[in-house]
């Protein structure tokens, strides 16, 4: 090999470092391990965000994300209720696996076992530092729980280093605040009991004293009032710990910020839960009655303030190229879930699950399809993704951005789609399942909903179907009639209103065997 040969190469190796240096984020993005900040609102619909068509509420901040990151129009949670959901993004398995995981009472039990891996130990194990902020609702102890000693095992034993967190809902007590192990701003003089099973106490609750309310229930709700509001289950004492629910979005806003402020210096993972826009909706003053839509639209508005708050922090930190943000919902939209707030007579043009049918509770696109947008500036290029996608793979997708392995024996559900995350790839999964009690699997443009799969577990009337529940959950939308099997064409369909079972049956059966197959696993 001749020199000038020689001196062709090194210039032309030359040529590519500078090329490679000139794009750092390229390189900086095979080296780094970026911060993790995953939103997860509550009970946000597809249609709820002004960068998925909502018209009505403003939605700015989740926009920015829109603008600077990639929109994913096809991503899902596991399950159309929170527990479930919650449970298969932190731990990447299916809920539906296991036996009677359902929307837990706050005195729950802890579904997830500690030697399971969850998001936050695996970044835990990466060197990240973590946090939850938020509401948990995955179950706290081994079956009883002490609110007024240690709290455990909960978010702490799962790989959390710092979890300031409510146990369950907004609209479920113990309405308190936990740091770790304990009840925040507990006098130990005044203990604290709780009941789901009978009333106990001595508080005046929304079965017998319904004129003490400020905001009137509409089902359920009828235990102990608290801050003008009655929740599902019964408590005493903890007075000096109970929250406002008005100033909830600034208590968690806050620390979320304080964490990001904190850690700014390491890389960290912030697992960020709002309450909103989960009932009972009680807006901060600077929200309430801003919008034509109504107290649900004033919560959206909370919300956004809240992300708008947690990226002000990234940027002041100068962390916004260093840190990927994720920013989804546990499950489709609900009008009317238990309060009469308003919001249904109220709701006008809006559609909060946009152009799916559904919601909430329902196995029908609504109820698992929702935003989800994903930003990590100077890596990921803006766009639209209509990849097939589950929150179930984050707990993979994180792993291998980190390079950590996937724990033997865990997160059997969650595949790596970090190509599609970040951009690199249009294919998602080539499958996923969701539930709503009954299981639908969807595959490209078909998806079967299949209510034989699950025999049994239907205690109560499925909520898609034909029940009075079901209409005045879903604001008007005419109830539709329900088959074993049904067959639709997501991409000629999407409302799903033709069910095509019946005329292709050899869809159906090979659907049903990936499901039945998906299950056996
Ligand atoms: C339901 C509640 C609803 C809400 C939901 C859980 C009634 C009538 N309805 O049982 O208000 O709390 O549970 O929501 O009590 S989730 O987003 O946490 O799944
Ligand atoms: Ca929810």
Redo the contacts with the bound molecule.
């Keep these: 090999m001749d020199m000038r040969m020689n001196r062709r190469r090194f210039l032309g190796g030359l040529a590519a470092a500078a090329a490679v240096t000139s794009t750092p984020s390229l390189l900086a993005a095979a080296t780094r391990r970026p911060n993790i900040v995953v939103i997860l609102a509550?009970?946000l619909g597809y249609g709820d965000v002004s960068s998925y068509g909502a018209k009505d509420v403003a939605t700015p901040h989740i926009d920015s994300l829109a603008k600077q990151g990639l929109r994913f129009t096809n991503a899902h949670t596991d399950a159309a209720?929170?527990?479930p959901s919650r449970y298969a993004m932190m731990t990447g398995s299916y809920a539906w696996r296991k036996d009677g995981i359902a929307?837990l009472p706050g005195d729950a039990k802890l579904l997830i076992d500690p030697q399971q891996a969850t998001i936050a130990s695996v970044l835990k194990s990466a060197g990240y530092t973590t946090g939850l902020v938020g509401k948990w609702?995955i179950g706290l102890g081994d079956g009883t729980i002490d609110w007024n000693g240690e709290i455990k095992p909960g978010p702490c034993e799962l790989g959390f280093d710092d979890a300031f967190f409510f146990a369950?809902?907004a609209?479920?007590v113990p309405t308190v605040y936990i740091h770790n192990h304990r009840v925040v701003n507990l006098d130990p003089a005044d203990p604290i009991h709780v009941s789901y099973k009978t009333k106990i106490g001595n508080e005046p609750t929304g079965k017998e004293d319904p004129e003490l309310l400020k905001m009137k229930l509409s089902?359920?709700?009828d235990g102990t009032i608290v801050d003008g509001i009655s929740r599902?289950g019964w408590m005493e004492g903890g007075k000096s710990a109970r929250w406002v629910d008005e100033k909830m979005a600034a208590t968690f806003t806050g620390k979320a910020v304080e964490f990001i402020d904190r850690n700014h210096d390491k890389p960290f993972l912030l697992y960020f839960t709002p309450s909103d826009i989960?009932?009972p909706r009680a807006p901060a003053s600077e929200f309430a009655g801003k919008n034509t839509c109504g107290v649900r639209c004033d919560v959206i508005s909370q919300l956004d303030w809240s992300v708008g708050q947690v990226l002000a922090a990234l940027k002041r930190n100068h962390l916004d190229e260093n840190t990927l943000v994720v920013f989804t919902s546990?499950?489709g939209p609900v009008v009317n879930?238990?309060y009469d707030d308003g919001s249904d007579r109220k709701l006008g043009q809006h559609k909060p699950a946009g152009p799916w049918r559904g919601g909430?509770y329902s196995i029908q696109e609504g109820g698992t399809r929702v935003p989800f947008l994903l930003r990590w500036q100077g890596t990921v290029k803006p766009g639209v993704s209509d990849a097939l996608i589950s929150q179930v793979d984050l707990l993979a997708s994180f792993a291998a951005l980190t390079k950590q392995a996937v724990p033997a024996g865990s997160a059997q559900d969650s595949q790596n789609m970090l190509q599609p995350l970040l951009g690199r790839s249009a294919a998602g999964r080539e499958s996923l399942v969701e539930e709503a009690t009954v299981l639908a699997v969807v595959e490209g443009q078909w998806k079967l909903v299949d209510r034989s799969e699950r025999p049994g577990i239907h205690t109560k009337p499925e909520t898609g179907g034909l029940n009075e529940k079901s209409t005045r959950q879903f604001w008007g939308q005419p109830a539709y009639p329900t088959a074993p099997l049904e067959l639709y064409d997501l991409k000629a369909d999407p409302y799903e209103l033709h069910n095509l079972a019946s005329e292709h049956p050899e869809i159906v059966q090979r659907l049903r065997e990936k499901l039945q197959k998906t299950r056996a696993a």
Aim: charged content about 35%; hydrophobic content about 20%; overall charge negative.
């Design positions: 509550d009970d209720t929170c527990t929307v609702h369950a809902t609209d479920r089902e359920g709700h599902i989960h009932v546990d499950n879930d238990g909430k």
